[in-house]
């Protein structure tokens, strides 16, 4: 690597503090009782949210809690891992079932995954970059494109089944 990358490639904590973190969040929001760990997105700031898929080989209900902001009746995130060079577990569970689940600060909502492409992709990457201005730095770190997701609510008819 030289002088130059690494003057230009964005910090990033250890792989154990950033796992860390995320169980203490997940601790937090569960012995709230959700009442802390969940915030709404705000001008040029990201909300969080708590995704919960169902486990592509268990078949249990995993959560996770993710960074998100909402594209008009969708809820959109990045399938990143903290940045690290595997898939999340989530984002491999929802492709192999994109019937989700989100909970917000203002409820419940039935979802369905699916992978922005092309344009779509283009714009909501352009809005994730208007929050985060190191999200192309950061992303070059992963050997491979990471996925924008669009959770999407679910059809009346796709809740009754």
Same mark, same amino acid.
């Given at each position: 690597m030289?002088?130059?990358?690494?003057a230009t490639?964005p910090?990033?904590p250890?792989r154990?503090?950033?796992?860390?973190a995320?169980s203490?969040?997940?601790?937090?929001?569960?012995?709230?009782?959700?009442? $802390?760990?969940?915030?709404r997105?705000? +001008?040029?700031?990201y909300g969080m949210?708590r995704l919960t898929t169902?486990?592509r080989?268990?078949? #249990?209900?995993r959560? #996770?809690i993710? +960074?998100y902001?909402?594209?008009?009746?969708d809820? #959109?995130t990045? +399938?990143?891992?903290?940045?690290?060079?595997?898939?999340p577990?989530?984002w491999?569970n @929802?492709?192999?079932?994109?019937?989700?689940?989100?909970? @917000?600060?203002?409820g419940?909502?039935? $979802?369905? +995954?699916?992978?922005a492409t092309?344009?779509?992709?283009?714009r909501?990457?352009?809005?994730?970059?208007?929050?985060d201005?190191?999200?192309d730095?950061y992303?070059a770190l992963?050997p491979?494109e990471?996925? $924008?997701v669009v959770?999407?609510?679910r059809s009346r008819?796709?809740?009754q089944?």
């Amino acid at each position: 690597m030289s002088v130059h990358e690494k003057a230009t490639r964005p910090w990033l904590p250890p792989r154990w503090f950033i796992r860390f973190a995320w169980s203490v969040h997940r601790t937090l929001y569960r012995v709230s009782g959700g009442r $802390v760990g969940l915030r709404r997105p705000s +001008a040029g700031r990201y909300g969080m949210m708590r995704l919960t898929t169902i486990g592509r080989r268990s078949g #249990v209900e995993r959560g #996770v809690i993710l +960074a998100y902001f909402e594209d008009g009746p969708d809820v #959109v995130t990045l +399938a990143m891992n903290g940045w690290g060079k595997p898939e999340p577990a989530w984002w491999l569970n @929802l492709r192999s079932n994109p019937e989700a689940t989100v909970e @917000l600060p203002d409820g419940r909502r039935l $979802v369905r +995954a699916h992978a922005a492409t092309g344009e779509e992709r283009a714009r909501l990457w352009g809005r994730w970059r208007e929050i985060d201005r190191k999200l192309d730095a950061y992303a070059a770190l992963r050997p491979t494109e990471t996925a $924008v997701v669009v959770l999407a609510p679910r059809s009346r008819e796709e809740e009754q089944r």
